[in-house]
């Protein structure tokens, strides 16, 4: 039924990619490490095959990180490469938790939802903006070693993280130092790659649309929009299923009955982004495979 919509489907996430390489590319290089200036074509077959692992790690996606700090290592000394991974998911999830703000003013002034979900909204606004003042007003101090100094406060966690610190703390600092250093001066930086997120993040709304095209379903831009946010939010909260299984149709359904639309939608609007999603993971780990002089 999607037919020739399936081509788009396919082809924005390129885009997306594109975008999320260059915002990598840009946390990566630094002017006084000459190493770090690695080529784009190497930051984007690292981005599709990173992502591709992700897709299908269980338990918050987070499997392809590895895989890019090693592969960096190639180039770059450990902590520079950790660094570089763990700043660019940082940057990944303000994208996405700016994106879900803007999402939610939107729901409010057009959508104009009732008391309990206006409550709703502006609670989860509010928890988003204090978790980002929170990390701004940290940074300073140490983001890393404040985080880590905080999980070893929970009792079944205590000890093996106190052990972890006491034998990392050289390399956390320095992690820590490179995640001072993007924040306080490269704040360019900073700014250049939250503009790629956030650009990818809005133009994967693009997806709903043209899914929603295929199906001849009254679904604008707007409504995509706010079919994206909603999604990916529940999506994000339920973060310990593989490719997000039941969670992404639940987000779907959810958000196409909030705004009085046909539900049974989202489950063929979530099997068009499976389906999209394996054209990826196999391009991805084809990418795993090819050899290259740089990365």
């Known amino acids: 039924q999607t037919g020739i919509w399936f081509v788009p489907v396919i082809g924005i996430w390129l885009i997306i990619y594109i975008l999320n390489a260059l ?8 002017r006084k490490l000459p ?28 499997g392809g990180e590895p895989y890019r700090v090693m592969t960096l290592q190639k180039k770059l000394n450990t902590n520079k490469a950790t660094s570089s991974v763990l700043l660019y998911n940082i940057i990944h999830i303000f994208s996405h938790i700016i994106f879900w ?3 939610i003013i939107c729901i409010i002034i057009v959508l104009k939802p009732g008391l309990m979900a206006l409550l709703g909204c502006i609670l989860t606004f509010l928890i988003f903006f204090f978790l980002l ?10 983001l890393l070693m404040i985080t880590f100094t905080m999980l070893s406060k929970i009792p079944f966690l205590r000890k093996k993280i106190g052990v972890f610190i006491e034998k990392r703390r050289e390399n956390l600092l320095e992690i820590d130092q490179h995640i001072i250093d993007l924040f306080s001066h490269r704040s360019g930086t900073f700014y250049a790659s939250m503009v790629f997120e956030f650009v990818a993040r809005a133009i994967g709304c693009l997806e709903i649309y043209f899914i929603a095209l295929a199906l001849q379903a009254p679904i604008g831009l707007f409504d995509s929009f706010v079919i994206s946010a909603g999604s990916s939010l529940f999506a994000n909260l339920i973060f310990f299923s593989p490719m997000q ?37 196999f391009i991805g780990l084809i990418l795993m495979k090819t050899k290259s002089k740089h990365l």
């Open 23 to 30: 915002a990598f590319k840009e946390i990566i290089f630094e």
């Open 35 to 62: 190493e770090s200036n690695l080529p784009f074509l190497s930051i984007l077959k690292l981005t599709i095959s990173g992502y591709a692992i992700n897709y299908i790690t269980p338990f918050i996606a987070l």
């Open 101 to 103: 703000m803007v999402s």
């Open 133 to 142: 003042y929170w990390v701004f007003l940290k940074y300073k101090k140490g």
């Open 245 to 281: 299984l039941g969670a992404r149709e639940g987000g779907f359904i959810l958000a196409l009955r909030s705004m009085g639309l046909n539900g049974g939608m989202g489950i063929f609007m979530s099997l068009v982004t499976r389906i999209r999603e394996l054209v990826w993971i």
